[in-house]
Structures are given as structure tokens and as C-alpha cells.
């Protein structure tokens, strides 16, 4: 099983800052075989990012997602109210498919 | 719109059974593998279960294997996942979820709480 490690697990900023979310993979991923997903409190969690750097339809283009093989990241480049919340990555590479623990986005 | 919808999450005695239900719509359902993904109280979430959009893989993860069963009605646009032998373990929030492209899930549906307690 592939073992996803996120770091942080908290992160604290203010609006208007940039935020880089990291998640390191056990093993290569296939054909970077990544998804990022953002969870709001009392929401269920919606896809940002797959194929470690595409983003979902309708996601702002101050989500981008970067990296390959067993390192990659998630940044936001000027942060809005609304983007603090927990981000996980998912690997969908080999099965069973694996979510990272989290890194929580918090305001500063 | 492309959602799915949970029913069925509620309160259940430990060694009990639970039926969770889903329901697929604006997309062609019987097209795509469908996952259970659950999220017990102030935890990430688990991989739980998964099934092919032809019943001809199936997944699930060692905590549930042999107690849970996902199943699904292509017919009727339905997953389903039987939850036998409940422990508090169990209490989460349930997603049901679409497996889209190559493995990512998009959309989530809202959850469905299951609590397990004396």
C-alpha cells in the first residue's frame, strides 16, 4: 500500500499570502497519479487538482499543483478567506488508492 | 447537474447491521466505478470500499473486509453498502463517491452519519 505523508499538518497564514501544501508518496506514482481535494467544515470534500496538476472545472486558477514521481505539492498563490480549510491528497496510481493524513490551512 | 445522494446513516447498537443507499444522477451511472469513503469524527478519510461500473472488481479495505458489502443496481442508478457486525469503530460519516478518469473522485455526495453506540 502507498503511504501518503502531508506537511505541514497546520499551516498558518493571512490573505493575500502564498501557500505551498506538500505530499510525499512511499513509492513512484504512475503517470503522476495525484488528486488534491479541499474539505470546508461540516462539508464534504470537492476535487481541486488530478493528474497532479490539472484542475477540476471550475477551480480558480490560484490553485495549481506541481511535481512528479513521489514528491509533489499544492499551492495557492494569493490566499482568499474562503481557501482556509483542510487539504488532502489522494494517490489513484496502484490499488488499494490512498488519501495523506491532511494539512490544515488556517488564518494567521 | 452530476451529484450523488446518501440515505439510509443513523444510529445503530454495536454487533448491529446498516443498509447505506446511493443514488447517481446527470451522469450515465453504469459507466463509472463507485467508492464508499468514510470520515470518522475529526479524522482524514478512509478508503472504505469500491466496486467496478460492472461488478467485475470489487474492493474493500482489511477494517471492512468480511463485514461490509458494497453492491450496486446499475438499473436504477443505486450503490449500495451493507454494514454487518457495526463496532463504535465504525461511527463515521460515509461518502458516497464517483470514481472519475483514472482513479480521482469528483463529485462527492453530502455523507451519510453513521453512529455506532450502546
Known amino acids: 500500500e502507498i503511504v501518503l505523508t502531508q506537511s505541514p499538518g497546520t499551516l498558518s497564514l493571512s490573505p493575500g499570502e502564498r501557500a505551498t501544501l506538500s505530499c510525499r508518496a512511499s513509492?513512484?506514482?504512475?503517470?503522476?497519479?495525484l488528486a488534491w481535494y479541499q474539505q470546508k467544515p461540516g462539508q464534504a470534500p470537492c476535487l481541486l487538482i488530478y493528474?497532479?496538476?490539472s484542475r477540476a472545472t471550475g477551480i480558480p486558477d490560484r490553485f495549481s499543483g506541481s511535481g512528479s514521481g513521489t514528491d509533489f505539492s499544492l499551492t495557492i498563490s494569493r490566499l482568499e478567506t474562503e481557501d482556509f480549510a483542510v487539504y488532502y491528497c489522494?494517490?489513484?496510481?496502484?490499488?488499494?488508492?490512498?488519501f495523506g493524513q491532511g494539512t490544515k490551512l488556517e488564518i494567521k | 447537474e452530476v451529484q450523488v445522494v446518501e440515505s439510509g446513516g443513523g444510529l445503530v447498537k454495536p454487533g448491529g447491521s446498516l443498509r447505506l443507499s446511493c443514488v447517481g444522477s446527470?451522469?450515465?451511472?453504469?459507466?463509472?466505478?463507485m467508492s464508499w469513503i468514510r470520515q470518522a469524527p475529526g479524522k482524514g478519510l478512509e478508503w472504505v470500499s469500491s466496486?467496478?461500473?460492472?461488478?467485475?472488481?470489487?474492493y474493500h479495505a482489511d477494517s471492512v473486509k468480511g463485514r461490509f458489502t458494497i453492491s450496486r443496481d446499475n438499473a436504477n442508478n443505486a450503490l449500495y453498502l451493507q454494514m454487518n457486525s457495526l463496532s463504535v469503530d465504525d461511527t463515521a460519516i460515509y461518502y458516497c463517491?464517483?470514481?472519475?478518469?483514472?482513479?480521482?473522485?469528483?463529485?462527492w455526495g453530502q455523507g451519510a452519519l453513521v453512529t455506532v453506540s450502546s
Open positions: 493528474g497532479a496538476s
Open positions: 463517491a464517483r470514481v472519475d478518469g483514472l482513479g480521482w473522485i469528483d463529485p
Open positions: 513509492q513512484t506514482l504512475r503517470s503522476n497519479s
Open positions: 446527470g451522469f450515465t451511472f453504469s459507466s463509472y466505478a
Open positions: 489522494q494517490q489513484y496510481g496502484d490499488s488499494p488508492y490512498t
Open positions: 466496486i467496478s461500473s460492472s461488478n467485475s472488481y470489487i
